[in-house]
């Protein structure tokens, strides 16, 4: 069976796109940034607060654009800086808005220390009809050894490497 594979990211500083950039190398597909319509501050400080109450909020941002063909694929990579523990909002919008239903899906995040935290149980409430497989976390924008750790573990999850 061919495997049609996604991967959907946002990032606030960075760290999320490089890491999307070197699972991307691997397992080939598309790449998309999630990208909401109004960007957020660049300043820690302010992006921190208004984070905190949008995720306490449950709010969901509009999304600037949108993936038109998300039917034609079947394995979708969703990474996520850890924001506040969970997902940022604006992947959380994309899970939302989007049907992934009978999709596998493969979580990955970039954290500041917090590790994966309750990103996976979050992409899997909002996902509650996808394959949720484990999902890789790496701290800031990864170390020397990202390259073998994120070999092992699409093996262990089975996702062909390109
Ligand atoms: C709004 C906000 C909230 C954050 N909350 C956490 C957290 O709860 N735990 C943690 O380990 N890191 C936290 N961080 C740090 C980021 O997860 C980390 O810097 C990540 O690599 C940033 O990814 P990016 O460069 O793709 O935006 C937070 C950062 C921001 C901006």
């Known amino acids: 069976m061919s495997d049609h594979v996604l991967l959907v990211y946002f990032t606030h500083s960075g760290n999320t796109r490089k890491l999307a950039e070197l699972l991307h190398e691997k397992v080939g ?3 998309f940034e999630i990208q909401p319509e109004i960007p957020y501050p660049d300043s820690y400080n302010t992006v921190v607060e208004q984070a905190k109450k949008e995720i306490r909020d449950g709010y969901k941002p509009a999304l600037k654009s949108e993936i038109g063909n998300l039917e034609s694929y079947n394995t979708i990579f969703v ?17 939302s808005k989007n049907d992934l239903s009978g999709k596998t899906i493969v979580p990955f995040c970039t954290h500041g220390g917090g590790g994966l935290a309750r990103i996976e149980r979050d992409i899997t409430k909002l996902c509650p009809q996808s394959t949720v497989l484990e999902s890789f976390e790496v701290y800031g924008s990864a170390g020397g ?5 994120i070999t092992d573990w699409l093996q262990r999850i089975g996702v062909a490497l390109q």
Do not use: M
């Open 29 to 31: 597909g598309e790449l």
């Open 79 to 95: 990474g996520s800086p850890n924001w506040w523990s969970t997902i940022a909002p604006p992947v959380a919008a994309f899970l």
């Open 145 to 149: 050894n990202v390259h073998s750790k």
